[in-house]
């Protein structure tokens, strides 16, 4: 447990919610019904933001001066992940097909600046019990 990490925790769940695009996707060329699919989808990915913004982004701004410009990043792109969603269901619900190429990109570049920069800040500046209160919500999560 000393050598904790929420990069490791944390790109788990980010597999999790890429597992659920592609199944997603495999369903959509099939001709499936998605909207338990999607529901799912969108579970994960809430409580993945969930755990961001109520958890890691309160212990996070406690303690960094860099926040003041990484959370309000992340923020906008869940902002613009739950549009891009929502506009997809909608989409979906009106019997159209989708496209969710934009909806991988923004994913993957989210994934990228979490993975490659704000993650590392985290395990670099969270003692132990900080990183231990996240992985617990995480788990709680079912993530």
Do not use: C, W
């Amino acid at each position: 447990m000393e050598n904790l990490q929420i990069l490791t925790e944390m790109v788990k769940h980010h597999k999790k919610i890429e597992r659920k695009l592609r199944i997603i996707e495999t369903t959509m060329r099939k001709g499936n019904n998605l909207k338990r699919l999607l529901a799912d989808f969108r579970k994960t990915l809430e409580q993945h933001f969930d755990i961001e913004e109520n958890t890691i982004f309160t212990i996070y701004k406690a303690r960094s001066k860099i926040s003041r410009n990484n959370i309000p990043k992340l923020l906008d792109q869940h902002h613009h992940i739950r549009v891009m969603t929502n506009l997809i269901e909608r989409e979906l619900r009106k019997g159209r097909i989708v496209e969710l190429l934009n909806l991988k990109k923004l994913l993957v570049s989210h994934q990228k600046f979490e993975e490659n920069d704000f993650y590392l800040q985290l395990d670099k500046q969270l003692n132990l019990d900080e990183k231990k209160k996240i992985i617990t919500q995480l788990q709680m999560s079912g993530a």
